[in-house]
């Protein structure tokens, strides 16, 4: 069935229509050759064993071997689409029934693969309970195909894309292997004094203390009842603080100034402050950067340090020590807990060298700063290929 389309943007040399088609009619299915096998009786082995959700597992044997592409069958992620939905394969596997499979029969698999990846499947779900896509509806869909030398050559652009995105993925998570690494050997291991890695020139032993006497201010978000305003100052939660930030939404709530400037009549909160979650999940922490117009619940404490230097205790906290000290002093009730007088009576090891600190502090930051600096890349990357993907296909 042929129609008059053509994507946004094109390598020069194609200048045909795409052609619509059914999905069921470019493609050979292979559902029926797929053997789903408990977890129970799974035999660890060296072929991956493939689900809705790409590699699940590792087997000792394979049922498929080759190029194919698979597409989740059933799932929350085929309407949430927080991870790839499509995956392509190579060499041998092992599949259970909670992925459809498939190999184009004229042209490019790696086409295919991008070209189910960009496809909105709300409107063919099939499922109550969870999302579903029944596999005479995934057939039936109906897209875009180029003749098969427009689908090599966009199946190899968007393979090298892949290849980048994955590279700076590993890259990330590299580095944040590392950083894990440099908080056990820079802090010191439980009953001990002195760390396994330390700044050259820096000797003895670190001292105890307990937090509340390092800090000059110790305490929790607002517990007061706040009406919602449409404008003015943030009154945020427990859940805007995740891996070492602060993540402001355009739907959170907001609250009056006239609320606000009372919450905050007898302190200010300070660029500098350290934030705690202490409710719900307990232990996420984070540098308040800029504390204009923004507040928080009761679920979240503010620490501001006195001697020991903001980034040294910041890395203090996110270390194992600290979040054991928090773990074992939780208490449960209707969601997880500390108080505030059972957090001001964790014990600190520390250098008493502010140098030392401060090195360490500057250390951690740096790391940090390259950390974040790989995410930026990364997430540039994926939204390159999100843009390509708009424009190179129909």
Do not use: C
């Not at 795409?18 to 060296?46: C, H, M, N, T, Y």
């Not at 001292?207 to 800090?215: I, T």
């Not at 928080?296 to 600290?322: E, K």
């Amino acid at each position: 069935m042929k129609s008059n389309v053509q994507p946004e943007v094109r390598f020069a040399e194609f200048t045909d229509d795409w052609e619509q088609r059914k999905l069921g009619e470019v493609a050979d299915f292979f559902d029926e050759k797929r053997i789903p096998i408990d977890s129970g009786k799974r035999r660890s082995g060296r072929y991956p064993y493939y689900g809705a959700s790409g590699v699940i597992d590792y087997v000792e044997g394979y049922i498929f071997d080759g190029e194919y592409v698979l597409l989740a069958e059933d799932g929350a992620n085929i309407t949430i689409r927080n991870s790839p939905i499509a995956y392509i394969t190579e060499g041998k596997f092992w599949l259970n029934n909670h992925a459809h499979i498939m190999k184009i029969k004229y042209g490019s698999n790696r086409f295919l693969l991008q070209l189910l990846e960009k496809q909105n499947y709300e409107k063919y779900n099939s499922g109550t309970a969870q999302p579903k896509l029944n596999g005479q509806v995934v057939k039936k869909i109906t897209l875009g195909f180029p003749n098969e030398d427009e689908q090599q050559k966009i199946g190899t652009f968007f393979k090298q894309l892949d290849d980048a995105i994955a590279l700076q993925q590993r890259q990330l998570e590299r580095l944040k292997d590392s950083k894990k690494g440099f908080l056990r050997k820079m802090f010191p291991k439980d009953g001990e004094r002195v760390p396994e890695v330390r700044f050259s020139g820096f000797v003895g032993d670190w001292k105890n203390s307990k937090l509340e006497d390092e800090l000059t201010l110790l305490k929790d978000g607002t517990h007061g009842t706040h009406k919602n305003a449409e404008s003015g100052p943030y009154l945020l939660s427990a859940k805007n603080i995740k891996n070492g930030k602060v993540k402001i939404t355009e739907g959170d709530r907001k609250i009056s100034q006239e609320e606000y400037e009372k919450i905050h009549k007898n302190f200010k909160l300070m660029s500098g402050d350290i934030l705690l979650t202490i409710v719900g999940s307990i232990g996420e922490v984070a540098i308040l950067n800029d504390p204009t117009n923004i507040t928080f619940q009761r679920s979240v404490a503010y620490l501001r340090p006195s001697d020991i230097r903001t980034r040294f205790l910041y890395t203090l906290a996110i270390g194992s020590g600290f979040q054991k000290e928090l773990k074992n002093r939780q208490v449960v009730s209707a969601q997880p807990g500390i108080y505030l007088g059972d957090l001001k009576k964790i014990t600190l090891v520390y250098p008493s060298d502010v140098e030392e600190q401060q090195k360490i502090g500057t250390f951690f930051k740096q790391l940090d700063d390259t950390i974040v600096l790989h995410e930026k890349e990364l997430e540039l990357l994926k939204e390159t290929k999100k843009g390509f993907l708009q424009k190179m296909f129909v």
